[in-house]
């Protein structure tokens, strides 16, 4: 059966109104789920946000990629100010130790190395006594380093790479 005109138009302009409800109903759920994710996340703390609900291994948080570029990147920063500060806190010792000695040279200071030497053994054995004994609070850092360290082999990888990296430049 052939439809008029009239008819065809007024089943056209059904079906258009139907897809365009379709569309609109479509349009408001995803409003509403976008919605309710805002209202999730003002319900949130900021660091929940950034580091996620568990304090679990990075790994599970970013791409191995991501991993690497964090720890390069803060490896190279803390490798880059060491070898600032190093070289600062040698030429400080150095040129302190060059001060004293032209000085002695020069009379303005006597300085007696007998007992200079006399101390300075003396701290070496109560050093060597030291050392056999670790702390307890040492003992339980290293075991958390030691676990953190497996949990984020990636990121400590890239750390290291980027620490000797910062060093070098």
Request: hydrophobic letters at 40%; charged letters at 25%; glycine letters at 10%.
């Amino acid at each position: 059966m052939q439809m008029t005109p009239d008819v065809q138009a007024a089943e056209d302009r059904a079906a258009v109104s139907k897809m365009a409800n379709s569309n609109k109903e479509l349009e408001e759920e995803i409003y509403d789920k976008v919605v309710d994710l805002t209202e999730y996340a003002k319900r949130q703390r900021w660091w929940n946000r950034v580091f996620g609900n568990n304090s679990g291994p990075v790994a599970e948080k970013y791409s191995v990629a991501t991993q690497i570029a964090i720890g390069g990147v803060s490896g190279w920063c803390a490798g880059y100010l060491f070898q600032k500060v190093g070289k600062v806190a040698a030429t400080a010792v150095g040129g302190g130790l060059l001060l004293l000695q032209i000085a002695n040279n020069s009379g303005y200071i006597q300085v007696d190395w007998k007992r200079v030497e006399k101390d300075v053994n003396k701290a070496k054995k109560q050093l060597k006594k030291g050392t056999h004994q670790a702390g307890p609070e040492l003992n339980t850092f290293v075991e958390k380093s030691t676990e953190f360290v497996k949990k984020n082999i990636v990121v400590t990888s890239g750390f290291v790479g980027g620490f000797l990296l910062g060093l070098a430049s």
